[in-house]
């Protein structure tokens, strides 16, 4: 995630942003659905080469939509090489579609919302309003682009090992580690090199993303509290997919 000297960019993250997160992830009723369309045959994943970490230092969008390719790529490569391992075919997530307008994408013909990002099991996509999350990037930092990516990605090898829990919470908490699981083993495969403030980063990122505190863990759409998701994802990024409970 280089060097990106913008730290003194990030700060509190405004409340505007803090309240869009709380939606993060999994409007659209992609996971509650999860016998949805299996994924079809999809290219293989990139030439095995490790990425290389660019030293960013800007904000702009193309170093967001830069930042977006790269976490696509490093999840990809970890994936098929966790797949592999236990003898079985990976099929890449099959895109990851940026949209700009509520309703520009839909999720099993359900509207997709501004300020989110999903990961639609019906299709097999990924989306994200790009607005929002080049404000998340800007506020937060770029490590929040490899988390975010990670923790939609994860939702897609959940489906691909049938993990359905009973309670969003657990599957979200399930789907942080995972995302801490890929971006620490990549670190320590020397896929991804992480800057000095990076991983203050995710734990400003979760601490964002997290549900109030009175809000019931059993309720629908419950992700965790910042305390909880921040747990989840480091157990995952210290310990690898071990901590994550995938059975
Ligand atoms: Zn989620």
Same mark, same amino acid.
């Given at each position: ?14 409340? #505007? /942003? ?5 939606? #993060? ?27 290389? !970490?660019?030293?960013?230092?800007? !904000? &702009? ?20 090489? *966790?797949?592999?391992?236990? =003898? ?7 895109? @990851?579609?940026?949209? *700009?307008?509520?309703? +520009? ?6 509207? #997709? ?12 996509? @990924? ?21 975010? /990516?990670?923790? +939609? ?12 829990? &009973?309670?969003? @919470?657990?599957?979200?908490? *399930? ?7 890929? /971006? ?8 991804? !090199? ?10 400003? =990122? ?13 309720? +629908?759409? &419950? ?16 310990? &690898? #997919? +071990?901590?994550?409970? /995938?059975?």
């Amino acid at each position: 995630m280089g060097t990106r000297s913008g730290r003194d960019a990030r700060g509190p993250v405004a409340a #505007l /942003l803090t309240a869009a997160l709380l939606s #993060l992830a999994c409007a659209g009723g992609g996971l509650a659905e999860p016998e949805g369309e299996r994924p079809a045959p999809a290219r293989s994943p990139g030439s095995p080469e490790p990425t290389t !970490t660019r030293a960013d230092g800007t !904000t &702009s969008v193309a170093e967001f939509k830069q930042d977006v390719a790269d976490a696509q790529t490093i999840a990809e490569r970890y994936w098929a090489a *966790q797949f592999k391992e236990s =003898g079985q075919r990976f099929q890449p997530i099959r895109r @990851i579609t940026p949209y *700009q307008r509520a309703g +520009e994408v839909s999720c099993g013909g359900e509207p #997709l919302p501004r300020n989110n990002a999903v990961y639609c099991s019906r299709g097999d996509f @990924i989306a994200y309003d790009v607005a929002w999350s080049v404000a998340a990037f800007r506020q937060v930092g770029d490590a929040f682009v490899f988390y975010l /990516l990670g923790h +939609e990605y994860a939702h897609g090898i959940q489906v691909r090992l049938g993990i359905n829990y &009973s309670f969003t @919470i657990q599957q979200e908490l *399930q789907a942080d580690c995972m995302a801490g699981a890929y /971006l620490g083993d990549s670190v320590r495969a020397k896929a991804l !090199t992480l800057a000095d403030g990076d991983l203050d980063e995710f734990r400003e =990122g979760l601490a964002a993303v997290g549900d109030d505190p009175d809000q019931p863990w059993f309720a +629908e759409g &419950s992700h965790g509290t910042a305390q909880q998701r921040t747990d989840s994802f480091f157990r995952g990024y210290e310990r &690898s #997919l +071990e901590a994550c409970d /995938l059975g």
